[in-house]
C-alpha cells in the first residue's frame, strides 16, 4: 500500500472533503499529524508570491505572447527551469502557468499571457516550460482548461463550439502538453463549454481528460469558477480555489451520507490531492537560493530571441553607435515589459532605454512626445519632440499599448494604437528622415500608418530585461530572430470574429476550425505580417526538400530533411517551418497547417541539414461519425520555409489511411462531396460520361447520388446504384 492510500484510509470523512477546497487564497488544507499542506502561486513569466501585503521580488521573463514569438523550445524550457527555482528560494511547491489558450480574436485581453493561434506552436511551447519547471520538482499548472478566449462575461459565458473544432484547435493547444510533459496540476476555467461550466464538467475532466489522455494530476478550479461543489466532484474536479469554502465542505459530506456521491467518487479525487501534496513536499529544498543575476540575463536574452523585425527598408537598422539619435515616446521610460492582471510581478530590477542607451554611450536626445495616460493631444509634448528630431540623423520612436488597454479582466475594443501615438508619428515622419519604431505591446495593432516607418521591432512584453535586449538589437550586438506565432490582420475587420466578439451570455465559435492563419489562408486574404513571419540582419537560403519516402501507411513516419544556408555576412538564428496541405481532404480543411519546425544557428556562409518527423496527426483531421483522428486516402504536399506565407520548398507524399470498416460514400453523398476525392472523381466521371451518357456540366454540385436514378432514363437502376457505391468504397481503402 502507498504511502499516499495509508494517509487516505486514515481520514475522515469531513476531512476528506475539506481537501477538496483551499486552505486560504494559495494553499492547499492541511490536517494536523496527517497532511501537510502546500502553496501555489501565479506565475506564468514570473513568480508572484503574495507575502504581508505585497509581492515578493521575482525575475519577470516574456510573457508567453512574446516568448512564443522566439519558438525555441530549449530557451523555454531553460525559463521553466528558472521559475522553479524562485519557486524552491521562496517555498513555493505549484506555480499556476502556462496558460495555452488560443488566440482566437486580437482583441482577447490575456492574449499577452497565451502563445499563439496555432495549437501546435502552443503546445510545444508549453510542453517544455512544464518540463523545465518540473525538472526542479515544483509543479507546473498549465490553464485554463478550455475555451478561455475572453475576458468578457468570462465567469459564465457558453462558448458553443462543435466537436471538430474543439478537437482540432481549444483542446489540442493542451493534449499533447498533458500527455507529454504531464503537468502536476490543470486548472479548469471559468466558462461554460457546450453548456456546462468548466469546473464541472464530466465530458472535459474526466471523458477527455482522464479516460483518453490518460491524466493522473490534479485539477484545480480557475480562483472562484467552482460553481456545485458535487457537481464538480462528480465530474472530476479536485480542488475548488480560493478557500476555505465550508459550505462546499458540508454539501460533500452531506451527498456521501445520502449515497448521492459515493465515497469511491471522493475518494479519488481526495487521493489525487494526497499525492501532489507529498510530491511538493518531498521536493522542497531549504535555505535554496536562486541565482537571480543569471535569471536576469536569461530573461534578456529571451527577449533578445523573440524580438520580431516587421520591417527594415534600406537596412536603417542595425543603426550605428555613432549616429545621433532622437529618442521619441513615452515608451522609452515608461516601459511596457508585462501584461496587467494576475501575471503581474514584482520585478527584481527594471530598466529603460534611457538607461540602456547611456550604459552603451549612445548620442541620444530624449523626448515624451505623448501621455499614456489617456489619448489626447499635448501640444507642448509634441513640439518638444519635433524640435529633438530635426536635430537628429535618425529617429526612434517608442510606441506601443498602455496598461489602460490591455489586461486581464476585460478585452480591447480596437486594434489601433492610441491616436496621440500616431498623430506625432505622422509628425514625424513628415521630417523624412530614417525613422525607427520600436513596438511595446502584448497583441497585434493595426500598422496603416506604418507604411513611412523605415524600420520595425516589435518587442512585445518583453520582460524587465527588454530594454537592454532592445538597444543590443536596434545597434547590431544581437541579430532579431523571432518569428510572429500569431497573424497581424490589415485591420479588425478582417478577423472572422469581427462581427461578434466578445459575445455576452452565448459565446459561438461558427468560424469553426478557422482560426489565425487558417483563415486568412482560406480566405486568400491579405495580411499585415503573416504568421511565422519575421526578418534579420542576415538572410537565408532553403534548398535540397527530400522525403524518406513518398508512398506511406498512416502508421510510418515520415522524414523531411532540408537544407539551409547564411547567406548574409552576419551569425544569425532562423526558425524552419514546416507547413502539411491536403489535396483531395473529404471534409472542408485549411488550406495548410503548420506540422513541425525547429530554430537553428548559423554563422556566415554555414549550411545545416535541417530534419523533422511527421506522423499520423500531422495528416490528420478530427472525424465527428468516429469521434477519432483519421487520414483521407489521398496526396499531401510538404511545404518548407520562413513563413506561412514563404514557403519556397515543396514535395509531395501519398497517405494510405488504414480504415477499414469506414464508409466514405453512400447513395446520399453529393457529387461535390466526389469530386473532392481523385479516386471517387475519376468513377464519377466515368459512370456519367460513359454509362449515363449525361451532361457533366449541367449537373448541380448539391445533387445527391441517388438522384442519378431518375435522371437517367431507366439505365441505372437502384441496384446498380448501391453497387456503384459498394466498389467505390472498397476502392478508397
Not at 499577452?112 to 506552436?121: G, I, K, Q, T
Not at 516587421?310 to 511596457?336: H, M, Q, W, Y
Not at 530598466?351 to 489617456?374: C, M, P, V, W
Request: aromatic fraction near 8%; charge should be negative.
Amino acid at each position: 500500500m502507498t504511502k499516499a492510500m495509508e494517509i487516505l484510509n486514515g481520514l475522515t470523512l469531513e476531512e476528506k472533503a475539506s481537501l477538496t477546497s483551499g486552505k486560504d487564497c494559495w494553499r492547499t488544507v492541511d490536517i494536523e499529524g496527517k497532511l501537510a499542506s502546500i502553496m501555489m502561486s501565479d506565475g506564468p513569466h514570473g513568480l508572484r508570491k503574495e507575502e504581508n501585503g505585497s509581492t515578493v521580488p521575482a525575475t519577470c521573463f516574456p510573457s508567453s505572447a512574446t516568448i512564443a514569438n522566439s519558438w525555441d523550445e530549449d530557451l523555454i524550457y531553460r525559463i521553466g527551469e528558472a521559475l522553479g527555482e524562485e519557486c524552491l528560494a521562496n517555498d513555493v511547491q505549484v506555480i499556476l502557468g502556462p496558460g495555452v489558450n488560443i488566440k482566437r480574436s486580437p482583441l482577447c485581453g490575456r492574449n499577452f499571457e497565451y502563445f499563439s493561434e496555432d495549437p501546435l506552436l502552443a503546445t510545444r511551447m508549453a510542453s517544455s516550460h512544464i518540463r523545465g519547471v518540473q525538472s526542479k520538482g515544483v509543479g507546473a499548472c498549465i490553464k485554463h482548461f478550455a475555451a478561455n478566449n475572453q475576458e468578457t462575461d468570462r465567469f459564465s459565458v457558453n462558448a458553443v463550439i462543435d466537436e471538430r473544432t474543439l478537437r482540432e484547435i481549444y483542446l489540442s493547444s493542451f493534449e499533447e502538453a498533458v500527455k507529454v510533459a504531464k503537468p502536476w496540476m490543470i486548472m479548469s476555467a471559468y466558462n461554460k463549454l457546450n453548456g456546462d461550466y468548466c469546473s464541472e464538467n464530466k465530458y472535459l475532466l474526466t471523458d477527455i481528460l482522464r479516460d483518453e489522455w490518460g491524466y493522473e494530476g490534479v485539477v484545480v478550479s480557475d480562483w472562484g469558477a467552482a460553481n456545485e461543489p458535487v457537481d464538480g466532484v462528480k465530474a472530476g474536479l479536485d480542488i475548488r480555489m480560493p478557500g476555505p469554502v465550508p459550505s462546499a465542505n458540508n454539501a460533500i459530506v452531506e451527498a456521501v451520507k445520502s449515497g448521492e456521491l459515493s465515497m469511491e467518487e471522493l475518494d479519488k479525487n481526495v487521493l489525487r490531492i494526497i499525492e501532489i501534496v507529498e510530491k511538493g513536499i518531498a521536493s522542497k529544498i531549504a535555505d535554496y537560493k536562486a541565482d537571480m543575476s543569471a535569471h536576469n540575463e536569461l530573461a534578456m536574452k529571451a527577449a533578445e530571441e523573440s524580438a520580431v523585425l516587421l520591417k527594415n527598408n534600406k537596412s536603417v537598422l542595425p543603426l550605428a553607435k555613432t549616429d545621433k539619435i532622437a529618442l521619441i515616446g513615452a515608451f522609452a521610460e515608461e516601459i511596457r515589459y508585462q501584461g496587467g492582471g494576475s501575471s503581474c510581478v514584482n520585478a527584481t530590477e527594471i530598466s529603460d532605454l534611457l538607461k540602456a542607451f547611456d550604459d552603451k554611450n549612445i548620442d541620444y536626445t530624449y523626448a515624451k512626445g505623448f501621455r499614456t495616460e489617456d489619448d489626447s493631444i499635448n501640444d507642448d509634448l509634441t513640439a518638444e519632440a519635433l524640435a529633438v528630431a530635426d536635430k537628429a540623423d535618425k529617429i526612434v520612436m517608442c510606441i506601443g499599448l498602455p496598461f489602460r488597454m490591455e489586461s486581464e479582466g476585460f478585452d480591447r475594443w480596437t486594434m489601433s494604437l492610441p491616436s496621440n501615438q500616431i498623430e506625432l508619428f505622422n509628425k514625424l515622419s513628415a521630417l523624412k528622415k530614417p525613422i525607427v519604431i520600436v513596438l511595446f505591446q502584448g497583441s497585434p495593432v493595426e500598422m496603416e500608418w506604418s507604411k513611412n516607418a523605415d524600420s520595425i521591432l516589435a518587442m512585445y512584453t518583453g520582460g524587465q530585461a527588454v530594454a537592454k535586449a532592445c538597444v543590443n538589437l536596434l545597434f547590431g550586438d544581437a541579430n532579431p530572430s523571432g518569428k510572429l506565432s500569431e497573424t497581424w490582420a490589415l485591420k479588425l475587420e478582417n478577423n472572422p470574429t469581427a462581427l461578434s466578439f466578445p459575445e455576452k451570455g452565448t459565446a459561438t465559435y461558427s468560424e469553426g476550425v478557422y482560426v489565425g492563419y487558417r483563415y486568412y489562408d482560406k480566405k486568400k486574404l491579405n495580411v499585415m505580417y503573416p504568421f511565422g513571419y519575421g526578418l534579420s540582419y542576415t538572410t537565408f537560403e532553403y534548398s535540397d526538400l527530400k522525403l524518406s519516402a513518398i508512398d506511406i501507411s498512416e502508421s510510418d513516419t515520415l522524414e523531411v530533411s532540408f537544407e539551409v544556408k547564411n547567406t548574409g555576412s552576419v551569425a544569425g538564428k532562423e526558425v524552419c517551418e514546416l507547413y502539411v496541405e491536403p489535396t483531395y481532404p473529404s471534409v472542408s480543411r485549411p488550406v495548410k497547417e503548420l506540422k513541425g519546425f525547429k530554430k537553428i544557428y548559423l554563422e556566415p556562409g554555414e549550411e545545416k541539414t535541417v530534419t523533422i518527423t511527421l506522423n499520423k496527426r500531422s495528416f490528420a483531421y478530427y472525424d465527428v461519425e468516429s469521434h477519432d483522428w483519421q487520414v483521407d486516402t489521398t496526396v499531401y504536399n510538404i511545404l518548407v520555409g520562413s513563413s506561412s506565407r514563404n514557403l519556397p520548398l515543396t514535395a509531395s507524399v501519398k497517405v494510405n489511411s488504414s480504415r477499414t470498416s469506414k464508409t466514405f460514400f453512400t447513395t446520399d453523398s453529393r457529387v461535390y462531396e466526389l469530386n473532392a476525392n481523385p479516386i471517387a472523381k475519376e468513377a464519377l466521371s466515368k459512370l456519367l460520361t460513359e454509362d449515363l451518357k449525361l451532361d457533366i456540366t449541367a449537373l448541380s454540385i448539391d445533387l445527391p447520388l441517388s438522384k442519378l436514378v431518375g435522371f437517367s432514363g431507366g439505365i441505372l437502376s437502384v441496384d446498380m446504384l448501391d453497387r456503384f457505391v459498394a466498389s467505390l468504397n472498397e476502392k478508397i481503402k
